[in-house]
Each structure stands twice: as C-alpha cells, then as structure tokens.
C-alpha cells in the first residue's frame, strides 16, 4: 500500500521555439529501492521507499521537464525480502507492482507536468478530452431516435 509521496526536484527547461510537429515522450524510470525504518510498534511491517524520476521530452529538443522524487510502500516483511532480493539481481520490480506504481507516479506528475507546460506555453503532453457540441437540430433528431420503440 503506498502510504507516501514526496518530490524533491521539479524543473521545466524550454530550449527552442514549437516549429512544425512536435512530440513529447514520457518516461517513468525508478532509480533505487530501499527499505526504510519503521517505529517497533510495527514490527510485523516493513516500509520500501522506490525512488523515481518522470521525464517529459519535447521533440526535436524544445523542451524538458524532469521531477525526482520518492514512493514509500508500505508491505510485510515478506514481500519487502522479494521486493529487495529482485531489486538488488537485476533493478527489476514485479509487474504487478510496478505496473501500480508507475500508474500512481503518472497521475501525480502527469498533471503536474501539464500544468508546467501550459505556463510555459508548451502544448499538452498527454491528450485531454475535446468536448463536441452539437447543433441544435441534430440533437433534436437524436432525441427523436432514441424516443421510438424498438422492435423486440
């Protein structure tokens, strides 16, 4: 379960004028497991602290965001032997786990990294909803079709 989430860098550096097509690349990459104290009150847990970079690229070299920071993962001791065991034989998390990591990771910075790219007036990095509005009279005629009987 993850109990924490901290950051400890954020940066947007813009490098170039947008010309023509642009994309941008994310990147969630963790850089270190390690188990972290808990109080003796709980000593049938154990605490993983994965730390974790997200990137943004912009391309072809027009903009970078980079934000560093930490999960901390609350689990048995158990789990947390794995998790280490894994880590320290190759840098590998379970996918199961990691899949739900990265998912967190995404949904804090991701909306971070937008916001950042709009104030510095980069475009969206990831795709928002568009909202179509309908006339007038093609909504009525929709209403229209939805509101008949249907033959069973």
Wanted: net charge positive; charged share 30%; proline share 5%.
């Amino acid at each position: 379960m993850i109990v924490n989430f901290s950051m400890d860098k954020i940066s947007i550096e813009k490098k170039g004028k947008i010309q023509g097509n642009t994309e941008a690349k994310n990147n969630i990459k963790f850089v270190d497991v390690a188990e972290e104290s808990l109080p003796s009150h709980m000593n049938d847990q154990a605490m993983i602290n994965f730390s974790f970079q997200y990137g943004v690229k912009y391309l072809p070299e027009i903009a970078e965001i980079d934000i560093k920071g930490h999960l901390f993962f609350l689990t048995t001791k158990k789990q947390k032997d794995e998790l280490l065991k894994e880590w320290d034989n190759g840098k590998k998390i379970n996918p199961e786990l990691s899949s739900h990591l990265v998912n967190y990771v995404f949904s804090k910075c991701g909306v971070l990294a937008l916001s950042l790219s709009q104030q510095v007036g980069l475009p969206p990095h990831i795709p928002l909803p568009k909202i179509a509005i309908k006339k007038k009279e093609e909504a009525k005629k929709e209403e229209k079709e939805e509101s008949k009987p249907k033959a069973s």
